[in-house]
DNA sequence: CACAAATGTAAGCGATACTAACATTGCGGC
DNA sequence: GCCGCAATGTTAGTATCGCTTACATTTGTG
């Protein structure tokens, strides 16, 4: 990080951590250019030699967040023989990221960083945490057409994301009251997200 | 919208109804004060007079929307006797807001306005949309003790809110082929709404 | 070793939210 | 009716931001 003269050295992989901090921090609409250039000690114009605009860096930050959920997707088909257990903790590995990085999940579903003119590399991790979730839940029931299994994987999808949301965004304060605790309903939700049709 | 003089007339109005096109225009971001004033023909400070800043706007914005959600809601159910079909045209409602107005749903939704500083303007009619939505899953399952029908409507509501936002992110775009149609997942995830734990 | 490409800087443009000081208007009490 | 004051509007300015242009320095390569 430090500078070693008139060069940085890694400008690039510095600006890419230090989005990545200030999306954790303060969401994706905290970060900052040129706070992101003062505080690595350049000029304000700096960043503009790596990325083409705001959106560019960020993209590079989500990219990198698909490609952590992607891994941790594998993980749970490597670790769990029984296809059931497996989804199970497919499903808790989006529920954890999304809680353990909050900001970057955000980033990752919330900002329209998504379209039609994403870079491949942001398009191409998210296609691949798509076919891990989309596997998990084919090897349940291998006997099913394409068209159920899709339907399947975007239902229990379309669970887990909203739980996240409604969550996240606080709307769930006043009515998670006892005996309701968030861990019970964490495990309900997974019970849905296995139910199939 | 016409100036009779040094005075607008009803600026106040004139705002949010300005700021609801603009949000159902472009989304939330897309709301800029100078643009709302130039619009209205007044200067560039008028809107600071009526709120006291951007986020007081869009509070306002979102509390017409949680109103029409409530009232939304209330059709639902003085129209059918029945508590399933009730129930499940309750979910088409929140479904029906979303597709309708995916930027004032995102305004309701996405954005940070929901904090511990909310107006009471907007947390009043956000908190009685959940009471339409928590009584008509209640309805249902009368014998059901309060925890469980909460556990119902958050994981219901999960479902309905998470499809809403992967359909309105795009994410589903490359998986929803044919013979898979959207209306087709719309049923499967109000069937979905509907059952119990 | 010279020169070109890569990478940095300085300065500035235009947009934005918001504020302070001042101007105009219209309404209620006399 | 009119007079003062609160409500409402304006002008001008601050600070921040994304981004661009023109120029400076460094580094690697023929």
Known sequence: MARKGYHHGDLRAALIQAAAEAVEQG??????????????????????????????LLAEVAAQGFEQLAEDYGRAAARNPDPKVALRDTARAYLGLAFRRPGLFRLMFDSDLMGPDAPASLTGP??????????????????ADDATIKRRTITGWSTLHGFIALVSGGRLKGFMT??????????????KTLIAD
């Open 178 to 191: 006892e005996p309701l605790t968030e861990a019970e309903l964490v495990e309900a939700i997974l019970d």
């Open 27 to 56: 969401g994706p609409d905290a970060v900052s250019l040129r706070d992101l250039a003062k505080t690595l000690g350049v000029s304000t114009a700096a960043p503009y030699r790596h990325f083409a605009d705001r959106r560019a």
């Open 126 to 143: 998210a296609a691949r945490s798509w076919e891990a979730l989309h596997a998990a839940v084919a090897a349940i029931d291998p006997q």
